[in-house]
């Protein structure tokens, strides 16, 4: 039934072409650089001759008789007039010529030496590598490079220059390629093992005297609107040889002057090396008539945009899309809401078997525009045909066992769900598909944080696993609720965020619902269990909250203000449900259940609790206004008299240093005493008057929400109701912009705290236009920081993970990389996976508990 | 806790890890009873083996991700000034990306200076040992240059109340920098140093380049100690340095060697050896993210460490360090330098034997990690 071959690559070889493979392997040898003919046909011996490969839909290749997209292409060549130096290997060339015999050809190393050195070479390349291996050889061939006299033949040797980029000179005397390649001819090839070169190679194929000339199909010309052909640069570059190539044939057939014929060398030499590199540094770069700098062979490798790095390292797929996400807390953790649309052109194939043939005909039946429906099928032997409403009937009859529907995305279809930047595997989870109207995907609140997504437009991409293998392998490794627990510091990375928090918090702390409401509630998160609930007319909110937790389930904790939190045998017995225990990146409450009850339990129970924090806060109704900013007049007066106090105590602090009463700190100046000093205490000020309006009897929406860690803190509150604070650049107060002042409005040498920086006001109040400008430059110098530091980290981040990415655990518990080298004896001194430990450690403390509460 | 205990935790040391015990040995009451003992080290056996990594988990990449992700949060402010009076360090990404880089000079060396017992304790005499180590320059004596067209000398005064704090005259001085001043006569008075010309050269440039010469002679203290700053630390006095000299510094007889640090990974590695320097890295970086408020196990800041030092010798994790020594050549050239790669291979006829993840992925075959990892052959009848 299934046609598959299973070949391996086992290992790729690397090594230089001879003349003689290279027109061996040519399926044409060009010879004209005209490209059509008149009836824009492709020239027989040109650039595009057809047995080089087909890029033209209809045409088949003269070499392998396959059509477009079949045949991979061949290569050519050209036969070089003259030889001319390969650019790349300019300086293996000049170390060859400079270590060898000008007249015998031989290394300028006695004999038996030879054999000596290689020995050293294998032996560090052994003990240190290849590129320690490399290393030494630079160094030995160095040594002989200075040599005089040939130890063989007795003759004196002469100095070889290099003029970059590639010419020679033998005391002052330019030594032609053809010289230089009948120089390496000399070499004999046991010497050349000094130079730690392959078996078999020989130098003067470092002098190209054929061309190789790469498929059509690797350099294909694009018809433009006008049906004009635009050729590839490749192919322009190429055009340049040959034509030049075969002037100097001609001209050297008719006996041209040898100065014209120099004249044409040089030139081909400057064509064959700007086809393959052509940004030499001394090279002037060819470019197009435009004076578009040619993209040739270098260019095409190298870089973020070459073929190794984006084609090679990182491809692209089919089944995947990408649209802007948007929150939605009633579907699962797990789910992601997918438009109709999407799920529509999204497909999953199914293989028809004999039972479930009806089922999948139902599909077909559909066809492509009705959902659900399917859009191929695709028949054993690999032919794919579409479902129209042409073929439809014909295809409901034709579908058998072993045919595939690719039929459309159905709910609890298997997904990956991927946020860029990637910069963890939690940024690309396993979830199940949720087929919804609308035109965005829909994910959970709850697990933006792993992919440290917002919905102020962000966009995600889905991906579907096409084969059984990778839909397993999503499904039991990358499904979000196996990676609840981060394997960075081993606590959990997904909770509740902002609305369920203070939902939760505000349950727990002091809602009182009647029975009625309770159920409704709870109901509204998907408990449909009641029996926990105490029977009684008012219900506690902490007593709600329990019913979602297990049975069997006790932990004690701590909340966020420090208060114990208490849950015997699922039923919380004190302390409010916070961030500390809800939330993300911290909380060992959803570690423990996670660990007792396991991934899947864990990500629907967290579901529950952050539906039910948001229909708490739907119900009660939650609000933040301008009027949550304002502080009782007392408050007001207290907080004002404590900034007064600061500020004071700074311009004692300076008063002190213009007297020159302030002693220096030891290490320091005095000037920057001062700085230190004043700083010190005007933020003191900050911090005190921000206790004191946290302190604040009034409960406003915000300081519940900052008290219960959902959104903002104490600092935030304190800049918009009390006073703003010392604005610091660099952690220092703000320094001067103008001379000696940092305004114009201010005083010379002014260092008053409002001349430097401090805002007294706050953002309720207002800033005075001085204040504004210097919170301009602080948020300006946050902003720049962020722009800097993006590309420094993400390039750390690149280089890490180069370096760390074949590493693995073997199965006697090593870690070790690519070429089996041991480089820890046991992850992490003793062998724990992060991920399934707590914070790090083996949980003992539980352990015993367990075994003590067990025996009582 | 009885010894009746201590042995029976310590006949499981070959099955757990020391630390593990050592916590089952600090929070296990003391009135347990040896049965309930043992049911617990069973306990703390069945978490452990469930807590152990899978063979083919892909351990590097998951510390790289670990150590990369929070790098976007770190602040890249280069000064830190941690509390009032204290050196300035590095810190954030750049110390960071700094360590990571193995690089031999560092932005701002500084040295911890811890003292042995007896000397730790005194304020007055920490301060007198730290200006003792501190690097002392002739310039600083100097109070007063003055080059004289007419005589041809060169005039230098100095400075009488650091020479009397340091005990010190002019022809200590004189001693100091004789070498350097080849070709002159010094005399010395009060606080003056005369040069003359010894010979018949009358070039003024000589003096003046001579004056900037004696400049830079070490007159006494350390060599590298450019700042010392005594501070009090728990119940002792630690020395504080910018500028480091780990080699020097050890070799005084004041000095505990076993607790005195530098924060140049390269030093430690020359004065220390491989695997100080290992332990160097780990703190260096677990300092760094510590201070930043993240949470990164430390077991993948270790991976990173072992990888830099696996050689023998410190490697930065750079194209010239770490990634230069993979043995596959597309792994290395899909990092940094591709065509340099590419024909190196191509010359010395390497073979690359596809046995990391790049290479893999490149050619379409399943990367031999995690689930890659195992083959399974389906017996046919």
Known sequence: MDRQVHKKVCNINFSLFSPKQIMDLAAAKVVTPELYDREGYSVDGGLMDIRLGVIDPGLRCKTCGQKLKECPGHFGYIELARPVIHIKFVRQVLDLLKSTCKYCGQVLIPENNISKFTDVFDKVGKEEGFEARRRKIKEVVNKFKTKEKCPHCEKKQEKIKIEKPYTYYESDLRLSPIEVRARLEKVPSEDLKIFGYVEGFRPEWMVLTVLQIPPVTMRPSITLESGERSEDDLTHKLGDIVRINQRLFENINAGAPEVIIEDLWDLLQYHVTTFFDNAVSQLPPARHRGGQVLKTLAARIKSKEGRLRHNLAGKRTDFSARTVISPDPFIDLNQVGVPLSMSMNLTVPERVTEWNKEYLLKFVKNGPKKYPGANYIIKPDGKRKSITEDTQEEILEELEEGYLVERHLLDGDVALFNRQPSLHRMSMMCHKVKVLPGKTFRLNPAVCNPYNADFDGDEMNLHIPQNDEARAEAKILMLVDTQIISPRYGLSVVGCIQDAITGNYLLTKELVLSRAEATDLLYNCGVTDLSPLPKKEKVDGSEVFSVLLPNDFSFIGKDKSGNDVKIVNGKLKSGYMDKSNLGQESGLMLRNIYEKYGPAYTAELLGKISKLGISVLARRGFSIGIGDMDLPLETQDEIRATVKKSEDEALKIIDEFYAGKLDALPGRSVAETLELNVLGALNKARNKSGDIAMKQVQNSAAITMARSGARGNPLNIAQMTAVVGQQALRGKRIESGFKNRTMSYFGNKDLSPKARGFVKNNFKSGLTPAEFFFGAMTGRDALMDTALRTPKSGYLYRRLSNALQDLKVEYDGTVRDASSRIVQFSYGEDGLDVSKTKNGVVDVKSVIQNVIGASK | ?381
């Open chain 2, 1 to 381: 806790m009885k010894a009746e205990h201590t042995k029976i935790i310590n006949s499981y040391a070959d099955k757990l890890p020391p630390l593990v015990l050592k916590t089952v040995e600090e929070e296990v009451p003391g009135n347990i009873s040896a049965s309930n003992l043992s049911k617990i080290m069973e306990g703390v056996i069945a978490a452990y083996k469930y807590a152990e990594v899978h063979p083919g988990e892909s351990v590097g990449l998951v510390g790289a991700e670990s150590i990369g992700e929070p790098g976007t949060q770190m602040t890249l402010n280069t000064f830190h000034l941690a509390g009032v009076a204290e050196v300035q360090v590095t810190t954030g990404l750049p110390r960071i990306i700094e360590v990571f880089d193995a690089r031999k000079e560092i932005k701002t060396p500084m040295m911890e200076i811890y003292l042995k017992s007896p000397h730790n304790k005194n304020m007055e005499k920490v301060r007198k040992f730290a200006a003792n180590i501190k690097e002392m320059k002739f310039e600083e004596f100097v109070s007063e240059y003055s080059l004289s067209i007419f005589d041809q000398t060169l005039k230098v005064v100095l400075n009488k109340g650091l020479l009397d704090d340091n005990a010190l005259v002019a022809k200590d001085l004189i001693k100091l920098i004789k070498t350097k001043a080849k070709g002159f006569n010094l005399t010395s008075q009060n606080e003056e140093i005369l040069f003359t010309h010894k010979g018949k050269t009358e070039e003024i440039k000589d003096l003046y380049a001579i004056k900037e010469k004696i400049k830079d002679v070490k007159v006494g203290g350390v060599k590298g100690l450019k700042q010392v700053l005594p501070v009090k630390r728990n119940e002792e006095y630690v020395v504080l340095t910018s500028g480091n000299n780990l080699k020097d510094v050890l070799a005084l007889p004041e000095v505990d060697s076993n607790r005195t640090t530098s924060n140049d990974i390269y030093e430690i590695y020359k004065v220390l050896g491989i695997e100080a320097a290992r332990q160097a890295i780990i703190n260096e970086v677990y300092k760094v993210v510590e201070s930043q408020g993240l949470n990164v196990n430390i077991r993948h800041i270790m991976l990173v460490a072992d990888v830099m030092c696996a050689s023998g010798v410190v490697k930065g994790v750079t194209r010239y360090g770490v990634v230069s020594e993979k043995a596959s050549v597309l792994a290395r050239a899909s990092f940094e330098t591709p065509l340099k790669h590419l024909f190196n291979a191509a010359l010395e006829g390497e073979v690359d034997d596809l046995t990391s993840v790049v290479e893999n992925v490149m050619i379409n075959q399943p990367v031999p990690i995690g689930t890659g990892l195992p083959g399974l052959i389906t017996k046919m009848k």
